[in-house]
């Protein structure tokens, strides 16, 4: 498991970020997280991310495109802004080499979900023509508040369908979305049952990222409110979301407030070196631990024989 963190500074300053915290995974936003002004990223600055992520220490990268995306919207203007900047996001994405863009879905906003359906299918498709072989779409489960799509397994397998099983399509699960959705991840059986609704829906190498954060509000609360590792609601048992034999070879990575309440932090990585260590299945799955390996970075042996032997 590549562990790490939402790191600030884009694709400028991120993997230094990473770097200083002792991450072996990033997330990253490529541009500012507050407005929809996508900028223009220099050939040469994404080819040196590219570079660097090839030769580690950090060995995988997510993009997470803009919050203010909403594909299922009702709104022309908002809807098209969201389509063309998650399409910009693929690209920036793909020339940094990143693992993958993970994105919301959105809100129907009270229109319904088949009507939500229709907005998000074709926007979709514009992201997936920007997909590489390395550099997937993800979409992510909702914490399940107000109208948002994709607050279950069943709801993103549903899009999945509708786009034909897209070949670079995956998702990404957080377990804070999952609890507060009324999944208890902390329970080995509930989270043994998602993974299989994964892979009974979508196949298990669809799923390609998880984010490890704890919950500040309880079970099926719907609250989006992330806590530190081991400091919300689901305490020691976030174990479970990283025990599974299916996800070993995943980057995990924090979206939590920090210690210092600016983001995750050295310290921060350290709790989830320490909670992966209790936790990490004694024998490793083998066979898709090696099929991934394969698959990973065709051209870098470095960065495959790092999936298979760090923490
Ligand atoms: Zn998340
Ligand atoms: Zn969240």
């Known amino acids: 498991m590549l562990l790490g963190a939402h790191c600030s500074g884009g694709i400028k ?16 936003f490529a541009q500012s997280p507050r407005a929809w002004r996508f900028p223009e990223h220099e050939r040469a600055q994404l080819e040196l991310f590219a570079s660097r992520l090839e030769q580690g220490p950090v060995r995988a990268a997510l993009v997470h495109a803009l919050y203010l995306i909403n594909l299922a919207t009702p709104n022309d203007e ?20 990143a693992d993958g863009v993970v994105f919301h879905v959105g809100s129907h906003l009270g229109a319904g979900f088949e009507a939500g359906l229709k907005r998000v299918i074709p926007a979709m498709e514009r992201a997936l023509d920007r997909t590489t072989d390395q550099t997937w779409l993800l979409m992510e489960n909702s914490a399940g508040a107000g109208a948002t799509i994709g607050r279950s397994v069943d709801e993103l397998a549903v899009i999945f369908d509708h786009l034909d099983g897209h070949p670079r399509l995956g998702v990404c699960l957080d377990s804070c979305h999952l609890y507060v959705s009324g999944i208890d991840v902390t329970d080995p059986a509930a989270y ?45 048992q976030i174990g479970v979301f990283l025990a599974h034999p299916a996800v070993q ?11 210092d309440g600016h983001g995750p932090r050295a310290p921060d990585i350290e709790v989830l070196r320490d909670l992966y260590a209790r936790w990490k299945p004694k024998k490793r799955a083998s066979a898709r631990g090696s099929a991934r390996a394969a698959r990973t970075r065709g051209s870098s042996a470095g960065r495959a024989g790092a999936r298979r032997t760090r923490g």
């Open 192 to 236: 043994a049952a998602v993974l299989d609704t994964v892979d009974a829906a979508m196949g298990l190498d669809r799923l390609r990222a998880l984010h490890v954060n704890d919950a500040e509000a309880p079970l099926g609360s719907n609250r989006d409110r992330h806590a530190n590792v081991l400091e919300g609601q689901m305490g020691e």
């Open 249 to 259: 070879d995943l980057p995990a990575v924090l979206e939590t407030p920090g210690k």
């Open 13 to 28: 300053a991120s993997l230094d970020r990473a770097e200083e915290i002792g991450a072996d995974a990033v997330q990253l």
């Open 78 to 97: 908002i809807y098209e802004k969201s389509a063309t900047t998650l399409a910009s996001t693929v690209d920036a994405a793909a020339g940094i080499e």
